[in-house]
Each structure stands twice: as C-alpha cells, then as structure tokens.
Nanobody, 128 residues
Framework: QVQPVESGGGSVQAGGSLRLSCAVV?????????MGWFRQAPGREREGVAA????????YYADSVKGRFTISQDNAKNTLYLQMNSLNSEDTGMYYC????????????????????WGRGTQVTVSS
C-alpha cells in the first residue's frame, strides 16, 4: 500500500506564502516515477498545479502558478514539497498530492487525474 500524506495547509492573507509537504508512506521500499500537486475549489473541477518526474527532476506548472509556485522533492525522505508565494484568492482550495509508479503514465499524464495514489488533501484558504 502506498499512501501520500499532505500537510502544511492553512489560512493566509493575499500576498502571503505557504509550503505544502507530501510524505509518501509505504510498508515497503517503493520507487515513485512522478508526483503531482492538484487543487480543487468548491464547485470546480480538480486541476493540476505542478508535477515532477522523479528520475530527471523535470518539473511542470500550470500557467496560473508559474513564477509563484515551486515544486521540489527530497528523494531520501520520499517527500514532495510545494512552495507557494504571492498567493491570491484564486489559489484557495483543497490541495491534493498524487503519486504514480508507472513511468509510461507519468511522461504523458502528469497533469491528468489518473494517478494511482492520492492523498486526502490539505486546505489552503487565501483571504483578500
């Protein structure tokens, strides 16, 4: 069983910053090929925010967060991070961490919703 566990959400004023973490918990040694951050605002569909291919460290960002968010990983800790700066009200939502072990999926679907493993989410609220 592979379980991503998010933390670091909270409430912040517009212009502020938050850092989300995602620890991939497993009962055995597991190799993760890609990880991503997704968010879902009330009444809206879940959307990809940032993703990383773990072998090369290649990163991808949604246009709405480019220049403000940074995704990074600590392979030794099997942990993913999302540094979020210059937050605005449009960034409010539940943030989910996802992971997958299929390299073929990862290369084409890093912003799709087909990840094999999902966390339960952490809430981010930005007030103006």
């Amino acid at each position: 069983q592979v379980q991503p566990v998010e933390s670091g959400g909270g409430s912040v004023q517009a212009g502020g910053s938050l850092r989300l973490s995602c620890a991939v918990v497993s009962g055995y040694t597991v190799s993760i090929d890609c990880m991503g951050w997704f968010r879902q605002a009330p009444g809206r569909e879940r959307e990809g925010v940032a993703a990383i291919l773990t072998d090369r460290g290649s990163t991808y960002y949604a246009d709405s967060v480019k220049g403000r968010f940074t995704i990074s990983q600590d392979n030794a800790k099997n942990t993913l991070y999302l540094q979020m700066n210059s937050l605005n009200s449009e960034d409010t939502g539940m943030y989910y961490c996802a992971a997958d072990r299929r390299l073929g999926y990862c290369r084409g679907g890093y912003f799709a919703l087909g990840y094999a493993y999902w966390g339960r989410g952490t809430q981010v609220t930005v007030s103006s």
